[in-house]
């Protein structure tokens, strides 16, 4: 009975790795393939020839090393201050004990039943609001990466604060016997200890934000020199018709970045 549970561990493991894996490979092999705008049926899941011309028209493209750059500086800014903002924050709420911590922490956890679609236009709107622009901070990086900071903030908290629980109350007791304050113990004791949940959480950071099309084309679409690659990768679409192995390749370029 223990080979047979193992047996069909593996065999679930194994199907679902091919049940994941099977549209990837379909659009890798299938970025080679040249279509008439029309994805071919049965799908193609060997390529029929090996022609780069789908990454050349990508790479030919005006706007593909702006939208690359935007891309980079986004997503590596709102990992940094995601990262320090809610480790500070999920310090707070396992280690300091304030008036109407559990309440204030339980409201976290209710934003985290909204579909996060449902606040696009109150964050717009409070964007719009903010600095002296005419728009505010609408069609600037800044604005982007302060949604998305801001909207991860109770998330996230949520990932780090259990973490930050479980470590030692005797680590934190020795800081305060030597005079240490709680940001000597959060810098010099707390992080370090966390770094493993702090990396997985830069890594699902890092991936969200390289990948999200909603909000960077509600906030920065507007703005031609600001799109992010997802939004340059939606505009190779056409109105009536799609070359799909554009598609695909420039999928396929946008995500080697992330697979590195």
Request: aromatic share 14%; hydrophobic share 55%.
């Amino acid at each position: 009975m223990k080979t047979l549970g193992k047996t069909l561990f593996w065999l679930v493991l194994i199907v679902s790795v091919i049940v994941f894996i099977l549209p990837f490979w379909f659009m890798l092999c299938n970025s080679f393939e040249e279509f008439s705008y029309v994805l071919p049926i049965p799908p193609h899941l060997v390529p029929s020839r090996i022609s780069f011309a789908a990454y050349e028209h990508v790479l030919s493209q005006s706007d593909l090393p702006r939208a690359a750059y935007n891309s980079v500086v986004i997503t590596l800014l709102t990992a940094c201050f995601t990262v320090l903002i809610a480790s500070l924050s999920a310090y707070g709420f396992a280690r300091i004990d304030f008036l109407g911590r559990e309440v204030l922490f339980r409201i976290y956890l209710f934003t985290l039943m909204l579909p996060g679609f449902l606040g696009i236009i109150p964050q717009f709107l409070v964007l719009q609001g903010i600095g002296t622009a005419k728009n505010g901070l609408i069609g600037t990086k800044a604005g982007l990466i302060l949604l998305y900071v801001g909207a991860g903030i109770c998330g996230n908290t949520f990932f780090l604060r259990g973490h930050m629980a479980a470590l030692p109350k005797e680590l934190e007791e020795a800081v305060k016997i030597d005079g240490g304050a709680h940001m000597t113990t959060f810098f010099r004791v707390m992080l370090p200890l966390a770094l493993p949940s702090i990396g997985t959480l830069a890594i699902f950071c890092l991936q969200g934000t390289w990948e999200e099309f909603f909000s960077a084309k509600v906030i920065l679409g507007a703005v031609a020199n600001q799109i992010t690659l997802p939004v340059m990768i939606q505009s190779l679409k056409g109105a009536h018709a799609t070359r799909w192995e554009w598609i695909f390749s420039a999928y396929i370029l946008a995500k080697i970045t992330m697979i590195l």
